[in-house]
């Protein structure tokens, strides 16, 4: 299929009336059980994805340290941990990439009794085909890949991928093998998640013939490179756009889906498997889905929030809620899709963009 079930829960949510509701009461603070102290936790995640205060609040309140990785792209995390997992207690994988990772068996089962938080996960989102039953990942974010543009470099928008393959200034793409091939196989009129070598060769191509503007292959920090001018545009994830325009407090920066269609994704919390603390992984996992700290992670990123209790209680950003570049409306998710595991074609893949990125860089 070209979508996945979970893009028709997020159609749904995207389509539902905007309600952000004032709380009653106060929630009630989350509370780490007892019996974690002096011990450690190690996370492997993509970067500026957490608050700035969320891994010293959990330190804090359950009297831990936290190791903290960072990783580019889920091809990275993939490859470490079949290698053996180095000491890491939490991953955060996307959709397709829990399925691979999963199906070689490098995740830990979840014991969701230590999750009670998991109730607050919008239910459309839960029991997706990449995890059914959340047997091995709980939704972290969820979002979309388009384009990233300064305005004045483009001072009449974006609203098509062809403006970025003939944009005379340099640009920039993510290094991201099942992102961006989906992209151009989406243009061909071919499925994202096709696994027959032609296809996959013609995408090659399509990346080759329009890549001639492409001045660097960005490990998820895209937004950096923009920032700093040595780029016009990025292909990126939304959030990251967004979260420009708060760092240099300007308006210089616009995030659109073009109209041909993106790619619509969700990221996983998960345990590697032979994690050194798994216990205190679950406790990190429910922390993360308590109402207030996944409201200021999505707050912070300008991601789409799985937490329906933070929704609820009014604690996500009414801004961010009604923006259509995070929480997009029922005409952009039509034309969304989203990638699955593709093991027959694996290496297919990889080669094809290998050779993408050794042409593009001659």
């Known amino acids: 299929m070209r979508k996945l079930l979970f893009a028709m829960g997020l159609a ?34 993509w970067s500026t994805y957490v608050a700035e205060d969320t891994i010293s609040n959990f330190e804090a309140l359950c009297g831990v340290t936290v190791n903290y990785d960072v990783f ?5 995390v993939i490859a470490r941990l079949r290698q053996g997992n180095p000491g890491y207690d939490i991953v955060v994988p996307t959709d397709y990439a829990v399925t691979i990772l999963a199906a070689e068996g490098l995740l830990e089962e979840l014991d969701q009794a230590n999750i009670p938080n998991l109730a607050n996960v919008t239910e459309s989102l839960l029991d997706q085909p990449f995890d059914p039953g959340n047997v091995y990942s709980v939704p972290y974010q969820w979002g979309t890949i388009g384009v990233g543009y ?4 483009f001072p009449d928008g974006i609203t098509s991928w062809s403006q970025l393959w003939a944009h005379e200034g340099p640009v920039a793409w993510l290094d991201d093998q099942r992102g961006v091939m989906g992209i151009a196989l989406n243009l061909l009129g ?12 013609a995408a090659r191509d399509f990346l080759i013939e329009n890549g001639s503007n492409v001045q660097v292959f960005a490990a998820d920090d895209g937004q950096a490179q923009l920032l700093a001018g040595n780029v016009d545009a990025t292909i990126e994830y939304n959030g990251d756009i967004f979260q420009l325009n708060v760092e240099c407090e300007c308006e210089d920066y616009v995030y659109v889906v073009p109209e ?28 993360i889905l308590d109402p207030q700290v996944g409201a200021d992670i999505s707050n912070y990123t300008a991601y789409g929030s799985p937490n329906q209790a933070a929704i609820d209680a009014g604690l996500i950003d009414e801004e961010l809620l009604t923006n259509p570049g995070i929480y997009p409306p029922e005409e952009i998710m039509m034309n969304l899709y989203s990638l699955i595991d593709v093991p027959d074609a694996e290496v297919d893949y990889s080669l094809a963009w290998d050779e993408v990125k050794v042409s593009l860089s001659r």
């Open 72 to 76: 580019g792209n889920n091809e990275e």
């Open 12 to 45: 749904a949510l995207a389509a539902a009336p905007v309600m952000v509701m004032a709380q009653d009461a106060e929630l009630e603070p989350w509370a780490c059980p007892e019996g974690f102290e002096g011990q450690t936790l190690s996370v492997y995640n």
């Open 190 to 201: 071919l499925d994202p998640n096709t696994q027959e070598p032609a296809d996959i060769e």
């Open 150 to 153: 300064n305005v004045n470099a």
């Open 260 to 287: 041909e269609g993106a790619q619509l994704w969700m990221d996983n919390l998960a345990i590697p498997m032979d994690a050194p603390n798994k216990a205190l992984a679950e406790v990190f996992i429910d922390y």
